[in-house]
């Protein structure tokens, strides 16, 4: 997730501080010293975060906005100058407008900010107890400002390192940004739950089968250049820095199952599906940034088997070979998979659904357009007639029964002298028929029963003719 340094710079920030009893320093540089220790590590073992800059007092200032460029921040938060009163509110309210400009509103944000322990507690209770403080232990000094900065890097800017395996092939990957735990409030003695430092691959699956499943999370999966002295990443980081070409360079002449896994599932259009867990699964695939960079990603599902509702129970899924008999028959070829229920769902099916007026009154303009019509369009005429009974039948409304049944006894009044004689037959039936069904009578009322075309000796004669 992005970070954003929120930096005090009132006068308050310029009261000295005495170090070690001899030389003085002043608050703001104490903070500098401990934001340079952070940006220092996050330029070695944290390089994909975005992070921002930004100065407040009574007014708020973007200084730096949201780059991987360690060195113009470093730069930046050097060149700080010194303002009026502090205002934590204002500066709040920039943050929030420059997270929502550059993230939207859905992407959670980690907050640096220096100001009184009351303020943060209130706004940690605001945020539904969502964050932490860090506080210095024992008197402001150099020592201890590291040491608060240390704890920091150790619970939100520690990379994740994992083993990608699949067989006997493996690699060591970072997965970033790290996941965070999962607490499911429907369990009875909720837990946290982290995935597994070792990421076993259980199978693959077709981009087309898996679709697009509800996820929580999404991360960039990045083989370790272990030749490097320092935990720098290999191919697939899209920084412009010479450093990260470098080890893009050295890590590509070396062979690594990430990089096949990634080619693979990019060629073969696949994913990839991981165990991180206990009943804990993730899918691996192949994202494109561009036209020439893409990126192994790792999206998390819901802990369960029946995260992927379409699918079914994970645990279930298994090669067509382990199975007693084909359930696609003898040519799969062309099935698909995984196996389609027999029954379709309601949400496949063709629902008729009234919100606004024009729905239903297009709905009755079709079966008068095809009662108009007949006998040439007898099946479309009771197909939309069956279609308005069943709905309103669902919606309880028998009303509509009776007024559509009046508006075909109407329509059978103003048939022209050269109407074919079948189509008063028709609209006569089809009339009574709603009639008995807006009386609310269970022997004329059932919802599966269909209105059929009433056999008139001129529908038999042109059916013989046909």
Not at 2 to 14: E, H, Q, Y
Not at 215 to 226: C, D, G
């Amino acid at each position: 997730m992005p970070t954003v340094i929120l930096m005090d710079v009132s006068l308050s920030m310029a009261r000295p501080v005495a170090v070690d009893g001899t030389e003085e320093y002043q608050r703001k540089h104490l903070a500098i010293h401990g934001l340079t220790m952070l940006l220092e590590h996050m330029a070695t073992n944290y390089k994909l975060e975005f992070t921002a800059l930004v100065a407040f007092s009574s007014l708020w200032e973007l200084m730096v906005p949201f780059t991987r460029d360690y060195n113009t921040l470093q730069e930046s938060l050097n060149n700080l100058e010194d303002y009026d009163k502090t205002c934590l509110e204002s500066a709040l309210g920039g943050v929030n407008s420059i997270v929502h400009q550059e993230w939207g509103a859905s992407v959670p944000c980690q907050l640096q900010n220096s100001d009184s322990l009351d303020c943060l507690e209130q706004l940690i209770e605001l945020n539904n107890n969502e964050g932490q403080i860090f506080t210095i232990d024992g008197p402001l000094c150099l020592k201890n400002v590291q040491s608060m900065f240390g704890k920091l890097i150790d619970v939100a800017y520690t990379p994740f390192h994992a083993v990608l395996k699949c067989g006997h092939l493996a690699s060591d990957v970072q997965v970033f940004p790290r996941p965070e735990p999962v607490i499911l409030e429907e369990d009875t003695d909720p837990v946290p739950r982290t995935i597994n430092t070792d990421l076993e691959l259980v199978g693959f699956i077709e981009v087309a089968d898996i679709a697009s499943p509800p996820v929580l999370s999404r991360h960039l999966v990045l083989p370790i250049a272990l030749n490097k002295e320092a935990d720098e990443v290999g191919t697939g980081v899209t920084d412009d820095t010479e450093d990260d070409n470098s080890a893009n360079q050295i890590a590509g002449k070396m062979p690594n199952f990430c990089v096949l896994l990634h080619g693979s599932l990019k060629v073969e259009g696949m994913v990839a599906i991981v165990h991180l867990g206990p009943d804990w699964f993730g899918m691996l695939y192949s994202q494109a940034d561009s036209k020439k960079k893409s990126s192994l990603m790792m999206s998390l599902f819901e802990p369960g088997l029946d995260s992927v509702p379409w699918v079914g129970k994970l645990s279930y899924l298994g090669p067509i070979s382990d199975a007693k008999e084909n359930p696609y028959g003898e040519d799969d070829s062309k099935s698909p998979f995984p196996l389609q229920p027999k029954s379709k769902r309601s949400y496949a099916q063709n629902v008729t659904v009234w919100i606004k007026p024009s729905g239903l009154q297009t709905d009755v303009q079709k079966i008068l357009r095809n009662a108009r019509k007949l006998p040439e369009k007898t099946p479309t005429f009771y197909k939309e007639l069956n279609r308005l009974r069943k709905a309103a039948l669902a919606f309880g409304f028998l009303e509509l029964l009776k007024g559509v049944a009046d508006m075909l006894d109407r329509e059978c009044t103003l048939l022209p002298d050269t109407a074919h004689p079948d189509a008063a037959f028709q609209l006569t039936h089809a009339a009574q028929q709603l009639k008995f069904a807006s009386t609310g009578k269970p022997e004329h009322s059932v919802y599966d029963h269909n209105i059929t075309p009433l056999q008139t000796d001129f529908s038999s004669s042109s059916s013989e003719r046909l």
